[in-house]
DNA sequence: CCATGAAATGAGAGTAGCTCTCAAAAGGTA
DNA sequence: TACCTTTTGAGAGCTACTCTCATTTCATGG
């Protein structure tokens, strides 16, 4: 789900660390930060590794050792395994429409309590710009082989049948649509609210359609 | 659908060119002709618009003035005007689904009867190459929106609305799901059965799901 | 507290995709 | 044949990205 913010480090492993490990994180959260906002001022194109190299404060080799591109800095995000723990703790019973609906508002929640406005840029830049929309598309089909192992563990169907594959990045392109429309629109509605409808449309169909 | 092969120029429209377009066209097809085969020879990564260039016979500059970009010298093609005009010819009572799928049908016998080499290394491509990939997904979006208008034409739907754009997006989804599992697989199956599958599910959800 | 090893960084050279500019060549027209 | 337009080639230039190697920075055991 690359559309939600990065998640921070939770308090829990920031003793545990050495020095090294403390200034690795917060390197990485340098250059991502000198990132949104060089980007904020002058655009995507126009923001040079060098120049976020220089802001972040350190060379611009560095940069590529923590981001493999410059697109992976913009949209890197490490919720998949949390998504995936949340997806195992619904009840046995449940619907995948009621899972996803469940997880996707968590995630939702969480991401737009830490950092409104990345969350923001990330699905306003998925729109402008092509290849951050690529490198998001391409994280969103690694979601989509979690979300198949997951559904593979409810429905009891092969995780490798075409039949899952399809269904699972089906729903993967719906809930994409829905950060694009979100983005289109000025981030006007409740996002929440439009992937619920999302949902509905991938659950149960078109609304209204004629017989 | 950028997975099938590019159409050729169809004959009624030979004669009326001048030497000009003819030209053209033909520098186009050499450069396409060249690059499949250095792929095929070298790999994708391994070949270079410099190399390219020197086997169509055309200086590098006039290749990225036919082709944006290298991955597009791969994927480029005609088909979206085709389709839509296949789909606004069928029969008005008719299920999306069934639409949908006479109309891949057609669109993948063509494909398959005038290059079907050429359409297995696009979708083996896609697979292997993160780039033509994502450039692939990219020209289905397109191909979403084209679809969208052709739903929204027979469901009523306002094209723009957030449920038709899901709709939309979500079939888009499962079908390229299909061209990667075909790939995947060593293109062993049948694809035309593979998308019939594939849109059983779109249309009916997932088999023998718990209730 | 220092010496030794490991990891992280910086500097720099190199590759390739892609853009832009401008002059030469080829096609169309009268 | 002469003139205009379109297409092409040559080449310079930018930037993302890779690789290598020397230097610095942290970790650790004596």
Redesign the pocket.
Known sequence: MTFMTAARTTPADRPAM???ER??IK?RQAIRTATYALIEEQGYDA????QIADRAE??P??V??YF????DIVITDEWDPVMLAEVRARPEDESWADVLRHVMRTALDLSLAEEPEVTRLRTRLAVEVPAVRARMIESMSATGRLLREALAERSGLDPDSLELRVFAMSVMGGLMEVSHYWAETGHRDDIRELVDRALDVLEKGLPTQKP
């Open positions: 050495g020095l090294r200034k690795k390197t923001t040079t590794i060098e350190v060379s080799s560095t590529f050792r493999p591109t410059k697109e």
